[in-house]
């Protein structure tokens, strides 16, 4: 695995440099690429170099495109206030990762639009699905290997045999929804069968893992990209692809045991027995609001301090020590009262408005519905600083917002 870490960090530090260079402004769609490559490697170089290519880009987005400043003001609003708030923080470095993680989400989320209002949307589509099939190479590679390795540093939901996933923990996997709608699309789009093969790989392992909203969501993308082919003049390719996928579904399931495999980890997940009240992340709005308004345990408007929603934080302790508070309005109002959940479910309704006035054709509603809907799962389950997952889901919502003359180069977008 060592090896795989340094020329994956190799590679971070090389094709940065080249997008970069070579796609300029357009390198916001590469971006959550080498954020997933990031999160899933141990590191050889200093943490403080990671911090330095990532805030980097950021800047040189900022800096060619102020003007995203006026056309979403609570972008800016809410990074000054979380900044604002960083003084009142007792431990820095123990928080530093989210603090830097919400503040690029907070600014990416409108940059995506200024940055797509110079590029045609075929091309920002293409750049996207290159951006989303190389997620796609590196969760695969990282699989097999950690697989074939045994290396499985987190034991999530107590998996310890089979598939592995090194380091790709809970929510890193909710940036493979929008990677392999990006990538069947494609792969449909252009009759790749490289595309589609990468695509199955990836969902195989993706039902594996057994995060229920990325599979459920992976399974909708899929449906979507479907629906999208149901008209008479692609009704042909929509029972070719149909039958290529359900064939070699069929072919995997059969002969490689993953069935078996499947029922072994939903029993280790024992979802039978967890019932919908027993969510503790249901529970997490109605302590909020105790904690606020019933027991003033801490302040509703600039909540209890940045990213410190540990266990004996919130709730009077009722989930022991060990488990943080898990959903973004949660996390959020904890962490910096009703003041920035308000700025920030403001800032996601302007960019979401935006692209709306915008969404015209059959889809592009698809596509909204698929990202909407994925934005309202994740802000119950959390997490926001994941920048990643953040970065290409406003990256795909938002490509309605590229200019509609199409590129002499790519045809039939």
């Not at 592995?164 to 990538?183: E, M, Q, R």
Request: glycine letters at 6%; a positive charge; hydrophobic letters at 50%.
């Amino acid at each position: 695995m060592k090896v795989f870490f340094i020329l994956t960090e190799l590679f971070i530090l090389i094709f940065a440099g080249y997008v970069l260079w070579k796609k300029k402004e357009l390198v916001i769609v590469y971006l959550p690429l080498l954020l997933f490559c990031d999160g899933m490697i141990e590191k050889s170089l200093p943490a403080t170099i990671s911090y330095l290519i990532q805030v980097g880009m950021l800047g040189y987005l900022v800096f060619y495109n102020l003007k995203y400043l006026k056309s979403n003001i609570f972008s800016i609003l809410i990074v000054l206030y979380f900044i604002m708030l960083l003084p009142y923080s007792k431990d820095l470095n123990r928080i530093r990762p989210d603090f830097v993680a919400a503040i690029m989400v907070f600014t990416l989320i409108p940059l995506f639009a200024e940055v797509y209002k110079k590029y045609p949307r075929d091309v920002i589509f293409e750049e996207l699905a290159k951006s989303s099939t190389l997620i796609l190479v590196f969760f695969i590679i990282n699989t097999i290997l950690s697989t074939l390795f045994k290396y499985n540093p987190m034991e999530m939901y107590g998996i310890t045999s089979g598939i592995l996933y090194g380091k790709v923990f809970l929510t890193d996997f909710n940036i493979l929804v929008f990677a392999s709608f990006l990538v069947i699309r494609k792969g449909i789009k252009d009759k790749s069968l490289i595309h589609i093969a990468l695509y199955l790989t990836a969902v195989f392992f993706i039902l594996l893992s057994f995060r229920r909203t990325v599979m459920a969501l992976t399974i909708l993308g899929t449906i979507i990209v479907m629906v999208e082919l149901l008209n008479f003049k692609q009704i042909k390719d929509f029972i070719l692809y149909g039958a290529i996928i359900g064939l070699v579904s069929l072919v995997v399931v059969y002969y490689t045991g993953f069935i078996d495999v499947f029922w072994e980890r939903y029993e280790l997940r024992n979802l039978e027995d967890r019932a919908l009240g027993e969510e503790k992340r249901l529970m997490e709005l109605d302590l909020m609001y105790k904690d606020f308004f019933v027991y003033f345990d801490y302040s509703p408007w600039f909540g209890y301090e940045l990213f410190d929603y540990r266990g004996p934080n919130y709730g009077k302790g009722i989930f022991g020590d060990d488990r943080p508070l898990h959903s973004d309005y949660a996390t959020i109002a904890h962490s910096s009262g009703l003041i920035g959940l308000i700025l920030y479910i403001s800032l996601v309704i302007t960019a979401t408005l935006k692209i709306w006035r915008r969404t015209f054709s059959r889809a592009d509603y698809l596509q909204f519905f698929l990202c909407l809907m994925a934005f309202g799962v994740f802000f119950i389950t959390g997490r926001y600083t994941g920048a990643a997952f953040m970065g290409m889901m406003f990256g795909l919502w938002t490509l309605p917002l590229g200019r509609k003359i199409v590129s002499k180069k790519i045809q039939g977008y």
